[in-house]
Structure formats: structure tokens, C-alpha cells
């Protein structure tokens, strides 16, 4: 089994950052590709960015040259900084990644969301 613990959402205004975290554990032998998702009310939940495991990125055109994911692969931590933030963004964020298992077994886990909301 594998759990995603995300922190560092909130409250901030139009132009403001935050930084989320998300740390991966249990029975893990790899993490591959990591990522982050949001869903703002009402609608489809949607890409934000994602990670490889060697650091290749990928992100949504809104968010590009705003938003930055990163990894830490010994603390088996994806990370997504924030910048200019605006009322748009706001949605719940979700952590994913996918891997493998110490079982043999590949995951494609999802954390339990943090909420940012971004005033104006």
C-alpha cells in the first residue's frame, strides 16, 4: 500500500505564492512519474504539472512560468511552488505518482487533496 500526504495549501491573495508538498510512503520500490492535479467546483478534474523520476517536466499552459514541480527522490517528496497566483487557480490540489511496489505490484496512487483558494 501506498499513501500520499499533501500539505501547504490555503488562503491567499491574487499574486501571492504557496508551496505544496506531497510525501510518498509504504511499500515502495520505485516512484516513477509524479504529479499534480486540481478541481476547481464543477469542474473535470485536470493536469497541473508532472515529474519523472529523472526531472523531466511537463505543465499545463496556464500555469507555465508560475508554477514549478520538483522532487526530492530520498524523501520521496514532489513539490509544486506557486507564483502569481490568481483567483483561477483556486481548486483542490491532488498528488499523484506511479511506481512499483515492494509486492512486484505497479501503484498509481492519489493523495487526499489540499485546498487553495486565491483571493482577488
Known amino acids: 500500500q501506498v499513501a500520499l500526504v499533501e500539505s501547504g495549501g490555503g488562503l491567499v491573495q491574487a499574486g501571492g505564492s504557496l508551496r505544496l508538498s506531497c510525501a510518498a510512503s509504504g511499500s515502495i520500490y520505485s516512484l516513477n512519474d509524479m504529479g499534480w492535479h486540481r478541481q476547481a467546483p464543477g469542474n473535470q478534474r485536470e493536469l497541473v504539472a508532472t515529474i519523472t523520476s529523472d526531472g523531466s517536466t511537463n505543465y499545463q499552459d496556464s500555469v507555465k512560468g508560475r508554477f514549478t514541480i520538483s522532487r526530492d527522490n530520498a524523501k520521496k517528496t514532489v513539490y509544486l511552488q506557486m507564483n502569481s497566483l490568481r483567483p483561477e487557480d483556486t481548486a483542490v490540489y491532488y498528488c499523484?505518482?506511479?511506481?512499483?511496489?515492494?509486492?512486484?505490484?505497479?501503484?498509481?496512487?492519489w493523495g487526499q487533496g489540499t485546498q487553495v483558494t486565491v483571493s482577488s
Open positions: 499523484n505518482a506511479v511506481g512499483w511496489a515492494t509486492t512486484g505490484r505497479d501503484f498509481n496512487s
